[in-house]
């Protein structure tokens, strides 16, 4: 029995939105060689992640696809794509840009809206321990001094930041 | 000798004061002035630039900031951080219009980003300021029984074009600096891998087998131990050697030390200094080598 | 310097079998006409260009009646020729005639607006009388062309143009820096898609010794060295050009060769006596070969060569003793042979891109991974390995081999283009390769499989059918396992998706193709332009192939850009042919509407010697510590960008001299009948011209007070010259050249650009606005850009009013 097939409907001006973007600005160039692929440490992995098919899709205008389905948030940012690119296709930034697009449009990891928490309470990711913090004496550290968490709070309010939805999305 | 102001990131003063007990007390005897500022913040990493990179990268050029204030250097410990903030410092320096957009987001806390300083990393440090002849001469333990892998993890090197540290593919700064120090670097199989560390959270499945595959090949290659920059990289292998346990049912007991550690202990730094209790996998069989 | 005569203007007006009067009143023309100083005699008919009209000019210069021509015809740019040709044949020097168009520039683009029109026609009218004027006659120069051509470059291009020059009679220098001839083309072994014998096909079509002109001979046998005028050198470099088209002189270095050619009979016993072996680059270093060599199969000549580097001369003379014919001279120096040519061909070629920098792929490391051409070594039965594949590590038989497509080619961390031949190269390869050795396991991995030639496709067809594999994915990296001495090709087959590690006795690169060694010292030798790839350029691909940008020199075969044989060798036949045309006749006839310089103003500033496109421009000495500039009138292609340059206006242009653009300024702004703000348009005689030419023949309207002035480059306004518009009446000025990277002058249309946004800044200082003065870069085609730029800007000035000048003019 034959499946339905479904048109989804394609965003046939994705890759010059990001390449509009911070970081997204390469996309384009991509002639799908294929060198990507074969460089990255998470492609050799598992099969949930291709570089050079993420960024076809993202030519073609899958972007539904591409910002939902969670193969983006697997790249491992070895840069050793960028590398050896010979288009100079600045693959890993180019998927910080799709990072970026999909956390603007609500899909977010738990683990990213983790790291956002801490940094607009304490100006880090990792929160420091007080139980850590005591011991430092003990190994010959000096005090501590204080994280600019005030300045940090202002950085994330004059670029929007603190303003990104950060409910907690399926991550796929 | 120069002054640097140290930036440590998040990670190291969270969860490993083994790394910066280390790096201080050996880069202090070395003559490397450490200033440590106040107000730095995270450094900005992946996660950060995920999320969003104008945040990032105005996050990065603030704490350069705060060195172009106080008219020093950047030194970093983290690879991650180094890559960071010297991204950023090239990226703002070379780019007019991007600098722009960044001093108005930086404007909001009064700072301006100039780009009159440098970011390194501390490797970068030792080779120029310290250099190779006098780090021989300092060392005065003898460690040339250690046969050691060297993994700098992904961020000293890559992308090259911007942080120009080392030859991406044929880098050599990493492994002189350890022979120096007395061991045999030895060369194993994909050496220049990533070690997936940023996967954990997010796939610890995928990142647990990039992890494996690091262990295996040093293993193979006969070594007594790793030898990282990066703390994530230390965590993947060294805790992560725990989790390879649990889930594959192997031990391999491969010792995992920072290079500072490394450097403490050749330059006859005591190891009980150096909060070697933070390391899961037991570090005999290296200290045993050390003479 | 030549006086001015009385001018006797006789005007001649067209009005195209009376099309034209149906829009302007040409009985008003007339009497304008006929009221302006010095005009004789005005004539109307229907066309000037043939028939009567022409003999009414042929006849009024004859009866000496009129002394300067304007003629208002159809077809200016065609009519021009004609009628200047035949007022020379009738004796009046053919630069006194003016011919301007009444029907594309005024008729037809402002036929719903007759009035209008008539008064612009007048303007027209004027403005070509008050020139014709001024206009002074041109001599034709002629200059000595030697009948002789240096050809640079031994390889199937070389060799091809060098023969059909000798053909044609001229006396050619053929200078090859390698020991042989034969070039690339002699090392490929075979040719594709037809896989004939390279050394047989590059020999260029000789009839010397042919029985019948069908066969074809190896070019060691092919009679070529035999033919006479043809002089070859080989061991030797061009070190040094000066002089000028028709005129070069060249000098050239010869290496000395150690060997007497005239004595050495090639019998070889000196190889066997040699001890020096060094690595045979020649053949890919995959054997070795003594001091003393000569390559097999032998290219002409045909004789013994000493590699310096290698040899111990006078602490061995092993050779010298056992030679029959005591050919061997250790003390043979380097000789400077000087050449005088009137022309030049660089067919220089191309060579494969050391891979070695691309350090993921460890060209150079692993010794079982080469290029094509050194497999194309192997291949041949005159190679190192008798045809053979081998592994070069331990000479073991290579079973599987890997090709990998686009190495630092199609890459822009290397060299961003496809050098176009290497697809078909490596199909080649596979193929005999696979022919040979039926258990050969091959694969290609690719980009993109590029058979784009004359029956390239049915080569791929037949690769797919001899079972060759094809991966399309790029490989990230060649690994080495010691364990069993293979290489691993670490691969992703992106149709499959699927990652491959692809085991490998021979990895064999497809290197990208790029210039030649030396490119860039010949190049400023020669003073050549090279394109942003590094080729030589040449001066416009599909206009005019295989010239340059200075007369008398000519590119051809893969020097442009990597070719294959049949291309190379039609490059090759093309060059000839402009290199005969050019000193075919033995003199270069030119007109001299070239640069003057009033040497009294010259400032020696330098300005205009680097500034000229064609080095037409020196500096020569003067008495003590002055010097002037001196325009050659050989060089000088009349663009007049020296003109815009000088900041003393020490230079002018003969034929557009500052006076006589002034008289045709001041004439079209002088008519105007209409309250609209009068328009100046300067357009250059290229781009410019045309596409008011293409507005008004396609019938696009714009306004009238719309009017035309044509110069030959916009490079030689200059920013006073707006200035004298806004004076001369007109209320805005639109400068139209050709686009700024399409300049027929090569940069006068960007220096225009920058005089014009200067003069805006200085507009604003004197309280104008700058809005008045515009620049329009625009081609042929774009007629209907321009007229509605005319309409755009006649409505600007409209809005801003008159424009107040604080001085009366």
Not at chain 1, 120 to 139: H, L
Not at chain 2, 74 to 95: I, P, Q, R
Not at chain 3, 233 to 251: F, L
Request: aromatic share 6%; proline share 5%.
């Amino acid at each position: 029995m034959e499946s339905e097939k479904q048109r989804k409907p394609l965003s046939p001006f994705f890759s010059e939105e990001i390449a509009h973007r911070l970081g997204g600005e390469t996309i384009t160039l991509c002639y799908q060689c294929g060198t990507c692929a074969s460089s990255c440490p998470v492609a050799k992995t598992t099969d949930k992640f291709n570089p050079r098919d993420i960024i076809k899709l993202s030519l073609l205008g899958e972007k539904q696809q591409v910002l939902s389905d969670g193969a983006i948030w697997l790249c491992s940012s070895c840069y050793n794509c960028q590398e050896r690119c010979p288009q100079k296709v600045e693959i890993a930034d180019v998927i910080y840009a799709l990072r970026n697009t999909a956390i603007k449009e609500g899909h977010i990891p738990n683990i990213y809206a983790e790291f956002a928490a801490g940094l607009m309470a304490e100006g880090r990711i990792v929160p420091i321990s007080k139980f850590v913090e005591k011991k430092r004496p003990e190994y010959g550290l000096p005090t501590l001094k204080p994280a600019g968490s005030d300045a940090m709070k202002k950085i994330l309010s004059a670029t929007g930041f603190d303003r990104i939805k950060w409910k907690k999305e399926e991550a796929s | 000798m120069k002054s640097y102001a140290l930036f440590l990131g998040c990670t190291i003063p969270a969860r490993q004061p083994h790394y910066e007990a280390s790096a201080r007390k050996a880069l202090t005897k070395l003559g490397v002035g450490l200033v440590d500022l106040d107000n730095m913040t995270c450094c900005a990493p992946p996660p950060l630039q995920s999320i969003d990179l104008e945040t990032s990268l105005s996050i990065s050029a603030y704490n350069v900031c705060l060195a172009e204030e106080a008219n020093l250097d950047v030194v970093t410990l983290c690879t991650g951080c180094y890559e960071s903030l010297a991204m950023a410092n090239n990226t703002l320096k070379a780019n007019g219009k991007l600098r722009e957009r960044v001093n108005k987001i930086l404007s909001s806390v009064g700072k301006e980003f100039k780009g009159t300083q440098e970011v390194k990393h501390y490797l970068r440090v030792l080779v120029d300021d310290v250099g190779t002849d006098r780090l021989k001469e300092s060392v005065s333990k003898d460690l040339t029984g250690l046969k050691v892998a060297s993994f700098s993890g992904c961020h000293l090197l890559r992308p090259s074009a911007l942080l120009k540290f080392d030859d991406a593919e044929r880098p050599h700064v990493f492994d002189d600096l350890i022979e120096a120090l007395g061991p045999k670097s030895v060369p194993y199989k994909n050496k220049l891998k990533c070690c997936g560390g940023l996967l954990r959270g997010y796939a610890d499945d995928v990142a647990l087998a990039i992890a494996r595959d690091k262990i295996v090949n040093t293993t193979k290659a006969g070594v007594d131990c790793i030898i990282t920059l990066c703390p994530f990289c230390f965590l993947t292998l060294d805790l992560g050697q725990m989790l390879i346990k649990s889930t594959f049912h192997e031990e391999y007991n491969m010792s995992v030390l920072h290079y500072t550690e490394l450097l403490s202990l050749a330059l006859g730094i005591q190891p009980k200094e150096l909060a070697l209790e933070f390391h899961k996998i037991r570090l005999d069989n290296v200290l045993n080598k050390i003479k | 310097m030549w006086k001015m005569e009385e001018a006797k203007v006789g005007v001649f007006l067209s009005d195209c079998a009376k099309q034209l009067s149906e829009i302007l009143d040409f009985k008003a023309l007339t009497d304008f006409v006929k009221k302006v100083p010095n005009v004789v005699s005005v004539t109307r008919g229907s066309e000037f260009h043939r028939g009567t009209g022409l003999n009414a000019i042929i006849e009024a210069v004859k009866g000496k009646k009129i002394n300067r021509i304007v003629v208002a015809e159809t077809l200016p740019k065609l009519s021009e020729v004609i009628i200047a040709k035949a007022v020379e044949e009738a004796g009046l020097n053919p630069y006194l005639v003016e011919v301007i168009d009444l029907k594309d520039h005024c008729a037809s683009p402002h036929r719903d607006a007759p009035a209008e029109a008539t008064e612009k026609a007048k303007a027209m009218l004027l403005a070509a009388i008050e020139r014709a004027k001024l206009l002074e006659p041109i001599e034709k120069l002629e200059f000595p062309a030697s009948k002789s051509v240096l050809v640079i470059g031994g390889g199937i291009a070389g060799m091809q143009t060098a023969e059909d020059l000798a053909d044609l009679g001229f006396e050619v220098h053929l200078v090859e820096k390698a020991p042989f001839l034969g070039g690339l083309a002699a090392r490929a072994g075979r040719f594709f898609p037809t896989d004939d014998c390279a050394i047989c096909i590059e020999s260029p079509s000789s009839d010397v010794k042919a029985i019948t002109h069908t066969s074809r001979k190896c070019v060691y046998r092919s009679g070529f060295p035999e033919i006479p005028n043809l002089n070859i050198m080989t061991n030797s470099k061009v070190v040094s050009v000066e002089g000028v088209p028709g005129d070069y002189k060249v000098t050239v270095e010869k290496k000395p060769r150690y060997v007497n050619e005239s004595k050495c009979v090639g019998c070889d016993v000196c190889t066997t006596v040699c001890p020096v072996e060094v690595p045979d680059e020649y053949n890919a270093k995959l054997k070795t070969r003594k001091a003393i060599y000569m390559n097999n199969p032998p290219v002409h000549p045909p004789v013994y060569v000493i590699d310096e580097s290698a040899c111990k001369f006078q602490d061995c003379a092993k050779c010298v003793e056992v030679c029959p014919t005591k050919a061997i001279k250790l003390d043979q120096k380097p000789e400077k042979v000087k050449l005088n040519v009137g022309g030049i061909v660089v067919a220089t070629g191309f060579r494969e891109y050391d891979p070695s920098v691309i350090k993921e792929y460890h060209y150079g490391e692993y010794p079982d991974i080469i290029t094509n051409l050194e497999l194309a070594r192997m291949i041949d039965g005159f190679g190192p390995t008798a045809g053979t594949i081998v592994k070069p590590s331990d000479r073991k038989p290579a079973k599987r081999i890997v090709f990998i497509q686009c190495v630092g080619s199609r890459d822009r961390r290397w060299n961003p283009w496809c050098s176009g031949i290497c697809c078909m190269i490596s199909l080649k390869h596979a193929m005999l390769v696979k022919s040979a050795n039926p258990d050969a396991d091959i694969s290609m991995c690719y980009i993109d499989i590029r058979t784009t030639g004359r029956e390239h496709e049915y080569y791929y067809e037949k690769a797919r059918e001899m079972g060759i594999k094809f991966v399309k994915g790029r490989p990230t990296e060649i690994l080495h396992d010691p364990d069993g001495n293979v290489l691993v090709v670490d691969v992703e087959d992106q149709i499959l998706r699927k990652f491959m590690e692809l085991e490998a006795d021979l990895v064999v690169l497809a290197p990208a193709m790029v210039p030649a060694e030396g490119t860039k010292e010949l190049a400023q030798t020669l003073g050549l332009e090279l394109d942003q790839d590094g080729f030589f350029k040449e001066y416009n691909s599909k206009l005019r192939p295989t010239e340059t940008k200075m007369r008398g020199i000519y590119l051809c075969g893969g020097a442009t850009f990597p070719k294959d044989a049949p291309t190379s060798s039609l490059h090759a036949h093309s060059a000839a042919v402009k290199a005969a045309k050019f000193l075919m006749s033995g003199k270069i006839t030119k007109d001299q509407r070239t640069a003057i310089v009033n040497e009294e103003y010259c400032g020696d500033c330098e300005f205009c010697p680097v500034t000229c496109p064609f080095n037409a421009i020196s500096l020569e000495p003067e008495g003590e510590e002055h010097f002037v500039a001196k325009v050659s009138d050989l060089r000088c292609e009349g663009c007049g960008i020296c003109v815009g340059t000088c900041p003393v206006n020490a230079i002018e242009l003969r034929h557009s001299r500052p006076n006589q653009m002034a008289a045709q300024m001041n004439g079209l702004m002088s008519v105007n009948g209409t309250k609209k703000p009068l328009v100046l348009a300067i357009t250059c005689s290229e781009c410019g011209h045309t596409v008011v030419d293409s507005s008004g023949m396609a019938m696009m309207q714009y306004p009238a007070n719309v009017r035309v002035m044509k110069v030959p480059c916009t490079g030689i306004l200059q920013v006073h010259q707006f200035l004298q518009a806004f004076k001369a009446g007109a209320q805005g000025v639109m400068v139209v050249g050709c686009k700024t990277d399409g300049c027929h002058y090569e940069v006068g249309s960007q220096k225009a650009q920058k005089k014009v946004d200067l003069t805006k800044v200085l507009l604003k200082e004197y309280g104008i606005e700058p809005e008045r003065l515009e620049m329009f870069h625009m081609v042929y085609i774009e007629g209907d850009k321009f007229a509605e730029a005319a309409q755009t800007m006649t409505e600007k000035l409209e809005k801003l009013g008159q424009l107040q000048l604080s001085e009366p003019v």
